[in-house]
């Protein structure tokens, strides 16, 4: 990467200027309930195990094995279709943004009587073209480890500099709107723990498993996002304890009990900071030590009092699609796994910048 920019609404020209796309392959860190597949051997009737006379098959283990290949198949086809969906939009967006670019720039050609060759010529090289020092500075700024030498890169970077200042004049007389809407999954998260103003322009929906390690390895940043942009972000939790995490069900009915007496937010943190103290014990001396009035707490937790709405986000969760921990819609809009921030802040930039999503997926 040349340059490393963050793409936030209001910046001036030039911090705008310089965009670099570049293909990744992203790996999501996600608890499943899924193992991977095993190689098959080429005979079926090879034998894998033996215990005492009995053989068992390769033909034996892929019979009892099927369902779960089934299941993990099924999976993975629904993640590499959101996959596409989402690439789908990206380049959508892309693309119709450079037509919208294309367009304005002919006009202003044709109005001047030029080609666009010319028209370009004329005003990368009038007087509102971008200084070499004013491209320095930008360089100076924004570039990031192993970028290229400014003087290798200047002629590339002025011309996208002043392709955008062009473009952002041009768009004081001809506004631009994309009208082009992402697929957003309506998830009802009324009712649950929220952190954030009530009136943030964009609503963060996490679905969350406490004794899962991804959900943990993303706290932190979930905390540096909120740091970033204060009350532009409200973050919902609700509840996707996973069938093979065997304390995770106790977790989120001890988290809401918490949440009677007003302290969830300091009981989650507290479960994901130390994920090894999640038993019934554990989780009534963690209630202690936060200061809860702890004969309601432990009536609270001992009734399993909120089984039941648990299980309603369980089913809410599989409804929009939900198949793994930690699970995100960004004003509806799905993003899973531990992913990095730069992931958060694409969608949340995009929201702000588009004025986030005005027929709000997710209930306020």
Not at 39 to 63: F, M, Q, R, S, Y
Not at 134 to 147: H, I, M, R, T, V
Not at 247 to 254: C, E, R, S, V, Y
Request: hydrophobic content about 40%.
């Amino acid at each position: 990467m040349l340059l490393n920019k963050t793409n936030q609404p209001g910046q001036n020209r030039l911090e705008s200027a310089w965009r670099i796309v570049s293909a990744v392959a992203a790996v999501a860190f996600v608890c499943t309930a899924f193992a991977a597949p095993r190689a098959w051997a080429d005979d079926p009737n090879a034998t894998v195990a033996t215990v005492g006379a009995h053989k068992i098959t390769e033909k034996d283990l892929d019979a009892k094995v099927k369902p779960q290949l089934d299941q993990m198949h099924a999976m993975l086809e629904k993640r590499v279709d959101q996959l596409i969906a989402d690439k789908t939009f990206d380049l959508r967006r892309e693309t119709l943004e450079s037509m919208t670019d294309d367009y304005l720039i002919q006009q202003a050609a044709e109005h001047d009587k030029l080609s666009v060759d010319d028209y370009l010529k004329k005003e990368y090289s009038g007087k509102s073209a971008v200084t070499d020092a004013e491209a320095k500075a930008f360089y100076d700024k924004n570039k990031g480890q192993g970028a290229a030498p400014y003087d290798k890169i200047k002629p590339q970077l002025m011309q996208m500099m002043n392709r955008q200042a062009l473009l952002e004049r041009l768009r004081k007389d001809e506004p631009v709107k994309i009208l082009l809407e992402p697929k957003r999954i309506a998830v009802d998260s009324s009712g649950h723990p929220t952190l954030g103003a009530k009136d943030a322009p964009v609503t963060i929906v996490e679905f969350a498993d406490f004794q899962c390690p991804f959900c943990k390895a993303t706290e932190a940043t979930l905390k540096d996002l909120r740091g970033q942009y204060g009350d532009k972000i409200r973050l919902v939790h609700m509840d996707f304890p996973l069938p093979f995490h065997a304390h995770a069900m106790d977790a989120a009915n001890a988290a809401r009990c918490a949440n009677e007496q007003g302290k969830f937010w300091q009981y989650r943190e507290a479960l994901f900071s130390n994920q090894s103290k999640l038993t019934p014990a554990d989780l009534k001396t963690t209630a202690r030590t936060l200061g809860l009035n702890t004969t309601k707490f432990d009536s609270c937790f001992d009734k399993s009092k909120y089984d039941a709405l648990v299980k309603a986000d369980q089913a809410a969760g599989e409804k929009a699609g939900v198949d793994g921990t930690p699970a995100f819609f960004i004003d509806g809009r799905p993003l899973t796994g531990a992913q990095p921030a730069p992931k958060f802040q694409d969608l949340i930039n995009d929201e702000l910048a588009t004025g986030g999503n005005t027929k709000q997926a997710s209930a306020q």
